[in-house]
Structure formats: structure tokens, C-alpha cells
């Protein structure tokens, strides 16, 4: 599976994005989809992830009620809706694919099958 991740950009803080990973190769459908970011001087954090079908999610409590994922299996696309974004958002977020990931080990960076190669969010205040 080759990730594609889009979508960042320079916005204000309070404002929002949506960001798209794209997925080729293989359908998305059978991979648990996952969003993470890294700042500059900073380790990669868990920001959210979304089961094969949709009906579970997890989120990190900096972003809880301000992001939304999403995923849309036809088009082999999934997203993170970002909302009331704050300068502390700003970082490279990427998009990862795992086919064996369970719920509990979402927010593990480590074991995912497959990343993205990033796309820069930067908020200014």
C-alpha cells in the first residue's frame, strides 16, 4: 500500500483543515488507518485512528473534540478534520496503514505497516 497524505497548509489559529490520506496499491478496507504528527524537537504522537470498518475511533486528548477522522473505503481515502486548530497543532502529520493493528495499541507508533510521507500543518496565532 502506497499512503498519500494532503491537505496541510498555513492557517490562523481557530481555523480548520482537512487532511486526506489517499491509499494505492491495495483497498484501505482491510487496514486500520491511524494520523500522527511530529513537531520540530519533538517525538511523533498519536493523534487519531479509525477501525477497517469506521465504527471505532481513538483520539489523543490534545485534539479530543476538535478533530474528527474519517474514512471513506470506495474512494480508498481517509481523513482528520481539523478544527479550532491552536499553534501547538502546528507539526509534519502522517498517515499510517496497519492490518493486524487492535484497538488498544492504536497509539502506538510502532508496528504500522505502512506511512505516509507527511504533510505540513503550521498554525499561527
Known amino acids: 500500500v502506497q499512503l498519500q497524505a494532503s491537505g496541510g497548509g498555513l492557517v490562523q489559529a481557530g481555523g480548520s483543515l482537512r487532511l486526506s490520506c489517499a491509499a494505492s496499491?491495495?483497498?484501505?478496507?482491510?487496514?486500520?488507518m491511524g494520523w500522527f504528527r511530529q513537531a520540530p524537537g519533538k517525538e511523533r504522537e498519536f493523534v487519531a485512528a479509525?477501525?477497517?470498518?469506521?465504527?471505532?475511533?481513538s483520539f489523543a486528548d490534545s485534539v479530543k473534540g476538535r478533530f474528527t477522522i474519517s474514512r471513506d473505503n470506495p474512494k480508498n481515502t481517509g481523513y482528520l478534520q481539523m478544527n479550532n486548530l491552536k499553534p501547538e497543532d502546528t507539526a509534519v502529520y502522517y498517515c499510517a496503514a496497519d492490518s493486524g493493528k487492535i484497538y488498544s495499541d492504536y497509539s502506538s507508533d510502532r508496528g504500522w505497516d505502512y506511512w505516509g510521507q507527511g504533510t505540513q500543518v503550521t498554525v499561527s496565532s
Open positions: 496499491g491495495r483497498t484501505l478496507r482491510s487496514y486500520v
Open positions: 479509525i477501525s477497517r470498518t469506521g465504527g471505532s475511533t
